[in-house]
């Protein structure tokens, strides 16, 4: 059995684990936790899909900086008490399940039709990543995607707009009138 | 304009005929009020004036040879589509000739005594307009060269007669009656239009000359029955003959003047003048004139018991009326068409005066109608009684009278013809009218005075009497001057018309007129005996006849018997369409769509919780509807 | 000037762009003037129109007006007027005076009113006039809201839920129409939504698509007409709509949709239009007796006349799809008859309510005493309504009785007995308005005012003139006519009731 | 690499997948946050290995950009809940229902 | 140094890129201003954000003339006509979106915010750039953009119905998104390229990928039904539009369908128009859906933006009836309808601002009862703009539903025409309603007229009105002015 083999039966079934048990969890900073792990594995896959650079990215960004900012607000919000797990919503589960469900089976239907469970990857990616996945990567997204990659600086600024304006805590009375308009909306 | 058959030029003025009492109708519609009294002279001088024009044409028409005796005027084109065409064409021959003489002339002493009797009348003016527009249609109708033009002045008379029985609309029953007359003549007319539009689709044309005079093989026999069969309905409604006789009764909620001129001498005479006209087509049928004469016969008796036990004395006439216009049908359903329009001349004679008289003792006795309360009243009122007398005595048949002649002559046809039975009944019909009319004549002008209106009656002034006057003598001598048999004198004028009168053997003529003025006589006798002679107490013994008396005085309860059969259930029905079927049924299910989508609306919202997980939901179960569908298709 | 159809057609709108325009500063009364002037030009330009009319031009249409106005979706501004068409704009540009007239009573916004007045006017006169399917529909789509504005802001009580139900109804039945019309262009290839470019491309389509497409038409129109059982807004929307409302409702709004029926449903599917001639005609002859029953027992005087309108109405449906000359003409007739018939009875409806505030006929009663000029004019009205010979009514109802009963006597006859009906309820009704002692509250009321006779004595007029010369329409009617009937007619048929007594074609004889 | 290049994708089917549910099923907003977060690393990890299977870098560039935009969702999304949790005291997302029907 | 070789300088076309260029620099000179300006004045914020937008638009009508390549920089951002149109739509809206933003906050009482104009700059600039993305990368980074902008000017105000509106949308864009970039994971699995020609290409050929291309076409039609609120991806929508603030309800209901749309339009036409037979059934059902869950769900609401909300949604399942015709027909005729419905939209969204007065008040119907007399202008206005939605001639809304259902009747779609059909009828009924209530009842309290500076304000105000105004009349009169430029406009380039 191949090293990568190996790699994908070990690591998968932890990846979907700790994605169930993110789902699971009452308490949000564990559930947290659980999707840090997923998402270790995840770069793990990124490795052995010979990309090293998105492996790191994966770890230090998300890993990293999103994962502790979700941390950061659980823990500024005091929202880590846990949740009420009791489902009020009418079928809401069973309908969920049974739609996830579905759309798995469609997922590998289409997969199967597509590309088939036997097709392996080609060989010949050392070629692409030449002289190395950053290098290689670079050479794609400064010449080919130069555009997009700036376009995303505009992404930034807005994120960084956002939290300027919605983070400012002068918020102002509730009004009578919109009070009423509440009411009259909420059946 | 452009006339056919003129030899003189007087026919030229044809129609001025009846454009004269048109315009006079028009100036007194919209100045009457202004007219006053004027109004009801320039009417009758209106009339007056058709009269004499009627009677120039006439002589013109008379001093011709019997081939030439046609005129007809073309004025316009009035309904022109396609090939088809409906104009305003007038046509006198001598059939029309004969009746454009009997309503100018008849109309015009109506006119004049109508003066008198509508004096002081708040719509005065309108009441003459009314008159003369009556007289315009009736002279339309039997002057129209079409059935079509036929048909308007056939409506046109229906709605005088509306307007004119509800003169005085103030009462509600005036109202309902008006009401009654015009849509119950309106089923025969609707029936007769259904006629007309099947000899437009036999013939592709109206015109008398094209559908009377077709060879006998242009249309089938059944076709010619149907259609004479739905004209004869519009004459059954016009005619008031049974069944749609109940309107006529009611009908003297007009003013009396009104009753003589419409409901007695001329618009109801205008069944008789359509099958007589259309004869032909009868023919053709041949059991469309077996229809005719049962209707005639059967709507004789029936409406003469009626009359009999009527207290009414504008009712009694009415019944009397509708009794004589069957005696006219049975004429025609035996092919005797002089013999109808001899009676129809004569009738319009003495029934017109009896009408008038009864309005002079109406007159004389404060609108008084109930015969209970006369009596002795030929000594308070003695032109109007005698005339009345000699009208009653017309009717009754007696010798010379113009009726006499008309009866006697119908009754002598059906035994000539060997329709013995007929003769029967109709001998059983003339007693009845000579039993009722006597009854009348006794119980109103003879024997004692029975209420204080009675005793103090007057006698009208002679702007009435005069006209009762010369209808009086129109009713003595038409008979002697028109008379009678197969050389008489109007007998041989319709001829081109009407074809020769049948023959027969069978009893002699002067036989069965012994044997008619002897059934006359008797009757008036015992009707002398039982009413005037104050031995019998004929209201004692109409108790013990009861409830038969009341039967007979109700109509014998037909009117009744429509309410319960078709106006009341007619009326559920049309309830029922209305505020069932209309507004619950399909308005309902127009609403119940427009509510059910409201209700849709109103619970598709609850979909949108408000809960942003129902919301994704919703959002994969759409995302996992287009995938599945995808995936068929792979 | 060859503008004369688009100058007749928009002119009003202009008028109501002026009284819109003068906002406050405009009277009311000077906004009732400029409504009635720029009414009463409208009516003189179509009578020029009338004037050039030429009943003996071999083309079907004249005075045509041809422009493109959107290419891209194949949009034409196309108008033109034939025999049928010519008497609708007439009747349209002599009704809408008359009505601004009765309107003067009016008082809650009337520039508002004015200019949704004007507006109708335009978009009625524009269906006539159009000869693009898709321009039709614009103006057929237009004028449902100056006529919901109408029924909704000046109505009786129940306004809104007569106008809402108006409109939606129509709505309802114009969105097959709209299918149909699309569907059509687009078998035409997209081109055009002209009526002659139509008019080849619907005389290519299978018989099936024919029909299916007749019956979108159908509906639309069917409504509009209206057919039973379709009908339910038109007694609702009558009754609740102001005075001018009603006369123009039943007038002429009604009109579109028989008049489409003519223009579009037999001449686009003249095989179609044969196949459901008996399935149309079965709905009129009941249209013609329901309406009459339903008439019968109504004491709303009001929902009365709308009642008598779907039978009147479909009179003129029977006799369109009897495809006889007489029948088709009666039947065109018949619309201009029966909007000059009703429009005064609602004009008078209007006038009486007015004075005594009440359409309940069981409120009212001896209406003659008091005023018998304003109930002479009823009466005159009600008779030329119930098809008395001599006035307007017959000539239309006879010639469509007579037209239909060669083709088919079971429908001739059944239609001839709404004549009877007629009488009564417009007999019965009458006698309870006008009949009998007069209450108490009503003694003092007013006879017709001078205004009211400016009003009302046009349009008896016209009632006697068309029943007297009726000729003086049909004569352009008929060339009209003959062209519809000589595309639809079907083969071996009798079209003319004239030929009969010739025996070309054989019937069925009675037994 | 041995590994089918399918399976990967149908892992990432069954993460994205779990991070739907997440979605649908959880309550707390920042929980339902994180699994929109799982799912977009679901789509990384198909995008990385189409790349492998195309042999081309598009898809992992795809992938790059995708964090970069999941960074900034992040921020905007927090700042969007921490607004909502100030206003109302709770993240809970079944409590806002002023806006309904 | 290193690397100069193996890092060639790409070639950079950036004119076409001219007018998203242009919106960005002033959105940051914006912020700029609001950071560094001691106290600032909302009418330069206006005056920065419609020069922007001027030059904006300036640029964009320089390129109408381009004819240079069809795509620039590397091939992801198109520089055709449809892309200069759909920028020029825009930009009109935008520019409408930022006059009734002033007018908002100046009578809201609300706090005055700032960074309105920069995030609506900023929204319109991901707008513009997505229109002509021809890349799925531009697309989504475009989609990104323009969302985030979204989210935040949803909850500028802090109101609490903004804050919630702002959380939904926020979790179901973001769960959106994730759907749409799976999407476009596929299609690039499938055919190996995220390039929108590339891939056109690609699937022409066939082949045993066509299943994961069609994945991915589901996933990005479920992305993009969501941005265009089309059902059953609509359900954000009323929420939304009912909790933001109005002005910014005003230029989203029209900004994004035309942006969603307009990007949609190239997924469908260039990238998957090989497999038509397989999308067109896809559009029809979401149409058909859109349009009638919109409509019916409409009539019950009580409140005017929410019930706008849903005609919204109707709409865009008529702009997506138009879409089942493949090629250019559907192209002009959903591009047409995107015109009329972005001017009665914000037409009818800025006439409910004028009649709100002060923030979010009386936005429920029944305040609408006797507006004609109290506030006549708006209560015209308003009429137009409804006629308009239900499409009544002679408005732009009637010549819009022609053009859909001509283009959905030439592809064959009836069926689907005739639920459109019947449904405007049902339409029409919530439409009438507002009308009756304006024209047909009093007023509830004379006094409440909404507008408490008087008759000049409420002047001034409608005046921007006035723009829609006119282009709802003259684009149902004289439509044929507009439908020329959109064919020209109609045609792709790749």
Same mark, same amino acid.
């Given at each position: ?187 | ?634 | ?511 | ?22 979605? !649908? ?8 946050? &994180?699994? %929109? ?5 679901? =789509?990384? /990890? @198909? ?9 081309? !870098? ?8 995708? &964090?970069? %935009? ?5 921020? =905007?999304? /927090? @700042? ?22 | ?494």
């Amino acid at each position: 059995m191949p090293l990568d083999n190996v790699v994908f039966w070990v690591f998968a079934p932890i990846s979907v684990a700790s994605a169930i048990g993110m789902l699971l969890m009452r308490n949000a900073v564990h559930a947290a936790l659980f999707l840090v792990v997923n998402f270790f594995c995840l770069a793990v896959f990124y490795l052995i899909l010979d990309a090293p650079f998105l492996f790191a990215v994966q770890i230090i960004v998300y890993a990293g900086a999103i994962m502790v900012l979700f941390l950061f607000v659980i823990m500024l919000l005091g929202v880590d008490r846990g949740d009420d797990l009791r489902e009020r919503l009418f079928a809401q589960r069973p309908l969920a399940l049974a739609l996830g469900a579905g759309f798995v089976i469609e997922i590998v239907l289409a997969v199967r039709a597509g590309i088939g469970f036997a097709t392996k990857a080609p060989a010949g990616f050392d070629a692409v990543n030449d002289p190395g996945n950053t290098q290689a990567i670079a050479k794609v997204l400064f010449r080919d995607y130069f555009f997009p990659f700036e376009a995303t600086s505009i992404l930034l600024i807005i994120a960084a707009m956002a939290a300027m304006v919605l983070g400012q805590r002068k918020t102002r009375a509730v009004t009578q009138a919109e009070l009423e308009a509440m009411e009259t909306t909420t059946p | 304009m452009f006339t056919v058959g003129s030899a003189s030029g007087v026919g030229n003025l044809l129609w001025l005929v009846p454009v004269v009492p048109l315009a006079i109708a028009v100036v007194n519609l919209f100045i009457g009020r202004r007219l006053g009294r004027l109004a009801g002279v320039v009417a009758s001088v209106a009339v007056g004036l058709s009269f004499v024009l009627s009677s120039v044409i006439v002589m013109d028409l008379l001093s011709r040879p019997t081939e030439e005796r046609l005129e007809i005027q073309r004025l316009y084109e009035w309904i022109s589509v396609g090939r088809f065409s409906g104009g305003v064409d007038l046509r006198l021959d001598v059939l029309s000739a004969t009746m454009i003489l009997v309503i100018t002339g008849v109309g015009f002493l109506i006119h004049v005594y109508a003066i008198g009797y509508m004096e002081g009348d708040p719509r005065y003016g309108r009441f003459f307009s009314y008159l003369n527009l009556f007289v315009f249609f009736m002279l339309l109708l039997v002057l129209a060269d079409n059935y079509l033009l036929l048909y308007v002045g056939w409506e046109g008379v229906g709605l005088c007669s509306y307007l004119l029985i509800g003169f005085w609309f103030e009462k509600p029953e005036n109202a309902t009656a008006a009401k009654k007359a015009f849509v119950t003549t309106r089923i025969g007319d609707t029936a007769m239009l259904i006629g007309l539009a099947l000899i437009v689709s036999k013939f592709g044309t109206l015109d008398f000359d094209a559908v009377l005079g077709a060879p006998g093989d242009t249309i089938a026999k059944g076709t010619a029955t149907a259609i004479s069969l739905l004209l004869f309905a519009g004459a059954i409604g016009k005619s008031a003959q049974v069944p749609l006789h109940v309107w006529l009764p009611d009908a003297m909620a007009g003013p009396t003047p009104v009753s003589a001129l419409i409901h007695a001498a001329t618009m109801v005479t205008a069944g008789v003048y359509l099958v007589v006209r259309s004869a032909p087509l009868f023919e053709l049928s041949g059991v469309a004139l077996t229809v005719v004469l049962i209707v005639g016969l059967v709507t004789a008796l029936f409406a003469a018991t009626c009359a009999l036990a009527q207290d009414d004395i504008k009712r009694v006439l009415a019944y009397s009326t509708i009794s004589q216009l069957g005696f006219m049908f049975m004429a025609a359903g035996m092919r005797f068409y002089t013999g109808a329009m001899f009676m129809l001349v004569a009738h319009a004679f003495y029934k017109a005066l009896m009408f008038l008289g009864a309005g002079s003792v109406m007159h004389g006795m404060h609108e008084e109608t109930d015969l209970q309360r006369m009596g002795g009243l030929i000594r308070r009122m003695p032109i109007t009684g005698w005339t009345f007398v000699i009208g009653a005595l017309a009717l009754a048949g007696i010798w010379p009278l113009a009726g006499f002649f008309a009866k006697d002559q119908i009754l002598e046809i059906a035994n000539h013809t060997g329709r013995t039975w007929i003769y029967l009944l109709g001998t059983l019909g003339a007693l009845l009218s000579a039993l009722y009319i006597g009854r009348l004549v006794f119980l109103a002008f003879f024997g004692a005075p029975r209420s204080d209106e009675a005793r103090h009656a007057h006698e009208s002034p002679p702007v009435m009497t005069v006209p009762l006057v010369i209808l009086a003598a129109g009713a003595v001598l038409a008979g002697l001057f028109l008379s009678t048999s197969a050389e008489g004198t109007l007998a041989r004028f319709l001829e081109p018309i009407t074809g020769p009168v049948p023959h027969g053997e069978g009893l002699s003529t002067l036989a069965l007129s012994v044997i008619a003025t002897a059934i006359a006589l008797s009757a008036l006798a015992v009707a002398s005996w039982i009413y005037a002679s104050g031995r019998v107490d004929w209201l004692g013994i109409r108790e013990r006849l009861q409830p038969l008396p009341r039967a007979a005085a109700s109509g014998w309860y037909v009117d009744h018997a429509y309410s319960t059969l078709f106006v009341k259930p007619g009326i559920a029905a049309a309830r029922f369409s209305a505020e069932v079927l209309d507004s619950k049924g399909v308005d309902g299910l127009v609403n119940g769509v427009g509510g059910g989508v409201r209700r849709l609306a109103a619970s598709g919202r609850r979909i949108q919780t408000g809960f942003v997980r129902s919301y994704a939901l919703g959002f994969f179960l759409g995302a996992v509807g287009v995938l599945v569908w995808l995936g068929t298709r792979l | 000037m060859n503008k004369l159809l688009t100058l007749t057609t928009f002119l009003p709108l202009l008028g109501a762009v002026m009284v819109l325009a003068g906002g406050r500063a405009l009277k009311d009364d000077a906004a009732r003037w400029l409504a009635l002037g720029v009414s009463l030009a409208t009516f003189i330009v179509s009578l020029v129109i009338l004037g050039r009319f030429d009943p003996s031009a071999r083309e079907p249409f004249q005075m045509v007006e041809q422009a493109q106005w959107v290419e891209s979706i194949g949009l034409t501004y196309t108008l033109g007027v034939d025999g049928v068409s010519i008497w609708m704009i007439l009747l349209t540009t002599f009704l809408f005076p008359v009505s601004i007239l009765a309107s003067w009573t009016v008082t809650a916004d009337v520039r508002r009113f004015m200019a949704a007045m004007l507006v109708l006017e335009t978009a009625v006169i524009g269906t006539f006039v159009a000869l693009d399917l898709l321009l039709f529909f614009l103006f057929f789509e237009a004028l449902l809201v100056p006529m919901y504005l109408l029924i909704g802001g000046w109505g009786g009580r129940r306004r809104i839920y007569a106008a809402i139900k108006f409109f939606l109804f129509t709505m309802a039945g114009s969105a097959f129409l709209l299918l149909a019309i699309l569907f059509l262009y687009s078998k035409g290839g997209a081109v055009s939504f002209r009526y002659d470019v139509l008019l080849d491309v619907a005389g290519g389509l299978p018989a099936t698509t024919a029909r299916w497409l007749f019956l979108a038409f159908f509906v639309a129109f069917a409504v509009k007409v209206p057919l039973v059982p379709l009908h339910t807004w038109l007694p609702d929307a009558h009754t609740e709509a102001p005075t001018a409302g009603s006369v123009l409702l039943a007038a002429l709004l009604l009109k579109v949709g028989t008049y489409g029926l003519i223009r579009f449903n037999l001449v686009l599917f003249p095989e179609a239009s044969k196949y459901f001639a008996t399935f149309v005609g079965v709905i009129a002859v009941i249209g013609i007796i329901y309406g009459a029953v339903n008439a019968l027992i109504q004491t709303d005087i009001k929902r009365l006349v709308a009642y008598s309108s779907i039978s009147h109405l479909g009179f003129v449906v029977l006799g369109v799809f009897a495809f006889t000359q007489q029948g088709v003409t009666g039947g065109v007739l018949q619309m201009v008859n029966h909007g000059l018939a009703t429009g005064a009875l609602f004009l008078l409806v209007g006038m009486v309510y007015e004075r005594t505030h009440t359409r309940d006929l069981d409120q009212m009663g001896g209406l003659a005493s008091v005023m018998p000029w304003l109930m002479g004019a009823f009466l005159f009205t009600a008779f030329a309504s119930a098809g008395l010979p001599g006035l307007n009514g017959f000539v239309g109802e006879f010639l469509v009785i007579v037209g239909t009963f060669a083709v088919n006597h079971w429908f001739g006859a059944l239609a001839a007995t709404a004549v009877v009906l007629a009488a009564i309820y417009l007999l019965w009704s009458y006698q309870r308005m006008a009949f009998g002692p007069v209450r108490e509250e009503h003694r003092l009321l007013p006879d017709v005012s001078l205004r009211e006779v400016v009003v009302l004595a046009p349009v008896l007029a016209l009632l006697l003139v068309f029943g007297v010369a009726p000729s003086l329409l049909t004569d352009r009617i008929d060339p009209s006519v003959e062209a519809v009937i000589a595309r639809v007619a079907p083969e071996g048929q009798l079209t003319d009731v004239g030929d009969a007594g010739s025996r070309a074609i054989a019937f069925e004889e009675f037994p | 690499m041995r590994t089918p290049i399918a399976y990967f994708i149908v892992l990432s089917g069954v993460l994205f997948t779990l991070g739907t549910l997440g979605v !649908l099923l959880r309550k707390n907003a920042l929980l339902i946050f &994180m699994s %929109v977060e799982l799912q977009l690393n679901a =789509v990384n /990890l @198909a995008l990385v290995a189409f790349s492998r299977m195309h042999l081309a !870098l598009d898809g992992q560039v795809l992938a790059f950009f995708s &964090m970069v %935009v999941a960074a900034a969702e992040v921020v =905007v999304g /927090l @700042a969007i809940i921490v607004a909502v949790y100030r206003r109302r005291g709770t993240v809970d997302v079944d409590k806002a229902r002023g806006l309904a029907g | 140094m290193i690397g100069q070789a193996a890092l060639p300088t790409p070639e950079l076309v950036f004119e076409p890129l001219l007018p998203e260029l242009a919106l960005v620099a002033f959105a940051i000179a914006g912020l700029l201003y609001e950071a560094l300006a001691k106290r600032s004045e909302p009418l330069v914020h206006l005056a920065i954000g419609l020069v922007g937008v001027a030059l904006a638009a300036a640029t964009s009508l320089w390129l109408w003339n381009w004819d240079g390549a069809a795509t620039v920089l590397g091939g992801t951002v198109a520089a055709d006509r449809f892309a200069v149109l759909a920028r020029l739509l825009l930009l009109t809206v935008a520019a409408l979106g930022l006059l009734l933003g002033y007018q908002y906050f100046a009578r809201s009482g609300d706090e005055q915010k700032g960074e309105f104009t920069p995030l609506l700059l900023f929204a319109t600039s991901g707008m513009t750039l997505i229109v002509a993305a021809a890349d799925l990368i531009v697309t989504f980074l475009a989609l990104e953009i323009l969302s985030l902008s979204l989210y935040v000017l949803t909850g500028l105000t802090g109101r609490r119905a903004a804050n919630e509106a702002a959380m939904k949308y926020f979790l179901l864009g973001a769960f959106s998104s994730a759907f749409f970039l799976y999407g476009v994971a596929m299609a690039y699995g499938a055919t190996g390229t995220t390039k929108i020609g590339a891939m056109a290409l690609a699937l022409t050929g066939g082949g045993e990928t066509q299943a994961l291309a069609l994945l991915g076409f589901a996933l990005l039609a479920v992305g993009f039904g969501f941005k265009v609120s089309a059902a059953p991806f609509h359900m954000w929508t009323p929420d939304v539009y009912q909790g933001a603030p109005t002005p910014v309800v005003a230029f989203m209901s029209a900004a994004t369908k035309i942006a969603a749309f307009g990007a949609l339009i190239r997924v469908l036409d260039v990238a998957f128009q090989a497999l038509a037979w397989d999308w067109a059934p896809i559009v029809w059902v979401l149409a058909a859906a859109s349009i009638v869950l919109g409509s019916i769900l409409a009539i019950a609401q009580t409140n005017v933006k929410r019930m706008l909300a849903y005609s919204s949604i109707a709409h865009a399942g008529f702009i997506l009836t138009g879409l089942t015709a493949p090629g250019s027909v559907g192209i002009r005729s959903a591009v047409f309808y995107l015109v009329a419905y972005a001017a009665m939209t914000v037409g009818a969204f800025g006439t409910v601002m004028l009649v709100s007065g002060r923030g979010e008040e009386r936005t429920r119907i029944s305040d609408y009862a006797g507006l004609a007399r109290t506030n006549p202008i708006a209560a015209a206005l308003m009429t137009l703009f409804l006629l308009s939605l239900a499409g009544i001639p002679p408005t732009a809304g009637f010549i819009a539903k022609v053009n859909v259902f001509s283009a959905a009747i030439d592809a064959g779609y009836w069926g689907l025409v005739l639920i459109g059909v019947l449904l405007s009828v049902a339409a029409a009924f919530f439409y009438l309603r507002v009308i009756v209530l304006m024209y047909m009842q009093e007023p509830e309290e004379v006094s409440a007229t909404g507008i408490a500076e008087g008759d000049g304000a409420v002047a001034g105000d409608a005046a921007v009105l006035a723009v829609p105004a006119a282009a709802t009349l003259l684009l149902g009169v004289f439509p044929g002015v507009i439908i020329g430029v959109i064919e020209k406009a109609s045609v792709l380039r790749w």
